[in-house]
């Protein structure tokens, strides 16, 4: 059997579909290190109007207009109105996505999100070929851009999700409850007092993590100065992402408690194990990280569609708890710790919930898939 070749296709650098879909790589490249693992941009198979049309258009909605984003997302009559767009789209890709298939000649392919997995099922249809191809999603909930006949496996983070796509008539072997793809990192054990070390903060009193996605978005200044004046000893670590601006604004400030404002850092497992709770939007891979971590969450600020969905889930579950708004997590918190014993129930939840060693089982899938595929054609995958 001659070496494994795999296409792991993601939108967006700065994503959790790129997170995923890089602990996808890495593990395969774990379990099997002479195979070959290309990842993808698909936006950088698509032209710059249409990567500039749909970036522009997603942001301006989701930070002007996020009830309208509310209404598009995964509304069957919007649906039905741009399959014939879509479709113009992926015979747009086509060609494209033969010459990528003709130079990686894959034997398996994986999608983190719903928009190259369109492509390459109508592509697969349109070509009449069998080339493996697998479904991942990274949130807890499906919309109606994921559903095509010719995608041979979905994974999916939750029993609820499989249900959703056996109510679309998916059959249930094709759907796996497999948990959301997450660096290995996530599932080791760190030292908290190195790491309260290293960040100047005490170990002994609460730790309180916060997060605002790769940007820091949010309302983080409103959550900070409200959080400092939380009438017990805590501290609080903030991660800004690439908002710059927030790190200048907090070197700045004098603050009653013990505020760490850092921008990017790969540090997010140690401070995970650190944290005694974490306010967060609920995006997919921090949640998949979170539960991993057996961290409670206070959701806050969920964006309209895929992160209100994660928020339904969580909070169906018992495994999170919301604040309103910013101006609520402070009484939100504060009631968690003048309640230990709520706080050790959202933790054995989480650890009910968690799908540590989804990269390793989605590897595992995508290596048999590939073995499968060279041992019916050669492993040319249809891509000549």
Same mark, same amino acid.
């Given at each position: 059997?001659?070496?494994?070749?795999?296409?792991?296709?993601?939108?967006?650098?700065?994503?959790?579909?790129?997170?995923?879909?890089?602990?996808?790589?890495?593990?395969?490249?774990?379990? %099997?290190?002479?195979?070959?693992?290309?990842? #993808?941009?698909?936006?950088?198979?698509?032209?710059?109007? #249409?990567?500039?049309?749909?970036?522009?258009?997603?942001?301006?909605?989701?930070?002007?207009?996020?009830?309208?984003?509310?209404?598009?997302?995964?509304?069957?009559?919007?649906?039905?109105?741009?399959?014939?767009?879509?479709?113009?789209?992926?015979?747009?890709?086509?060609?494209?996505?033969?010459?990528?298939?003709?130079?990686?000649?894959?034997?398996?392919?994986?999608?983190?999100?719903?928009?190259?997995?369109?492509?390459?099922?109508?592509?697969?249809?349109?070509?009449?070929?069998?080339?493996?191809?697998?479904?991942?999603?990274?949130?807890?909930?499906?919309?109606?851009?994921?559903?095509?006949?010719?995608?041979?496996?979905?994974?999916?983070?939750?029993?609820?999700?499989?249900?959703?796509?056996?109510?679309?008539?998916?059959?249930?072997?094709?759907?796996?409850?497999?948990?959301?793809?997450?660096?290995?990192?996530?599932?080791?054990?760190?030292?908290?007092?190195?790491?309260?070390?290293?960040?100047?903060?005490?170990?002994?009193?609460?730790?309180?993590?916060?997060?605002?996605?790769?940007?820091?978005?949010?309302?983080?200044?409103?959550?900070?100065?409200?959080?400092?004046?939380?009438?017990?000893?805590?501290?609080?670590?903030?991660?800004?992402?690439?908002?710059?601006?927030?790190?200048?604004?907090?070197?700045?400030?004098?603050?009653?408690?013990?505020?760490?404002?850092?921008?990017?850092?790969?540090?997010?497992?140690?401070?995970?194990?650190?944290?005694?709770?974490?306010?967060?939007?609920?995006?997919?891979?921090?949640?998949?990280?979170?539960?991993?971590?057996?961290?409670?969450?206070?959701?806050?600020?969920?964006?309209?569609?895929?992160?209100?969905?994660?928020?339904?889930?969580?909070?169906?579950?018992?495994?999170?708890?919301?604040?309103?708004?910013?101006?609520?997590?402070?009484?939100?918190?504060? %009631?968690?710790?003048?309640?230990?014993?709520?706080?050790?129930?959202?933790?054995?939840?989480?650890?009910?919930?968690?799908?540590?060693?989804?990269?390793?089982?989605?590897?595992?899938?995508?290596?048999?898939?590939?073995?499968?595929?060279?041992?019916?054609?050669?492993?040319?995958?249809?891509?000549?």
């Amino acid at each position: 059997m001659r070496i494994r070749r795999f296409l792991l296709m993601y939108i967006t650098t700065s994503s959790g579909h790129h997170r995923a879909s890089s602990a996808i790589a890495r593990t395969i490249a774990r379990l %099997d290190p002479s195979a070959q693992v290309v990842t #993808v941009d698909a936006f950088q198979y698509t032209s710059r109007f #249409v990567r500039w049309a749909i970036s522009r258009s997603y942001l301006s909605l989701i930070r002007h207009q996020p009830d309208v984003w509310e209404y598009l997302y995964d509304n069957p009559s919007v649906h039905r109105r741009v399959q014939h767009l879509r479709s113009l789209l992926h015979r747009y890709q086509a060609s494209k996505l033969q010459r990528l298939l003709h130079t990686v000649k894959p034997d398996a392919i994986a999608c983190t999100q719903a928009y190259p997995c369109g492509v390459v099922a109508d592509f697969k249809k349109q070509h009449a070929i069998s080339l493996p191809l697998i479904g991942v999603l990274t949130d807890y909930a499906p919309h109606l851009y994921w559903f095509h006949d010719t995608v041979d496996a979905y994974v999916v983070p939750s029993e609820q999700v499989k249900q959703r796509f056996l109510m679309r008539d998916v059959s249930p072997e094709r759907v796996k409850v497999l948990g959301i793809p997450i660096d290995e990192r996530f599932l080791e054990t760190t030292n908290r007092e190195a790491t309260a070390r290293q960040f100047g903060v005490d170990p002994s009193k609460p730790v309180i993590l916060i997060m605002g996605g790769s940007g820091g978005f949010g309302n983080l200044r409103d959550i900070i100065l409200d959080l400092d004046i939380l009438p017990y000893p805590c501290s609080m670590i903030v991660l800004a992402g690439t908002n710059r601006s927030l790190v200048f604004w907090a070197q700045n400030q004098r603050f009653r408690h013990a505020v760490r404002v850092i921008g990017y850092t790969e540090a997010v497992p140690q401070l995970m194990d650190l944290a005694t709770l974490l306010v967060s939007k609920p995006g997919g891979l921090t949640t998949s990280e979170a539960l991993t971590k057996h961290l409670p969450m206070i959701i806050v600020n969920p964006i309209p569609g895929q992160e209100a969905y994660n928020a339904r889930f969580l909070l169906s579950q018992g495994a999170a708890v919301q604040a309103s708004s910013a101006q609520t997590v402070r009484q939100t918190i504060r %009631d968690l710790l003048e309640n230990p014993e709520r706080i050790e129930a959202l933790r054995n939840r989480n650890a009910e919930l968690a799908h540590p060693h989804a990269a390793e089982e989605v590897s595992r899938l995508l290596i048999d898939l590939a073995n499968r595929n060279q041992e019916q054609d050669g492993g040319t995958g249809g891509s000549e």
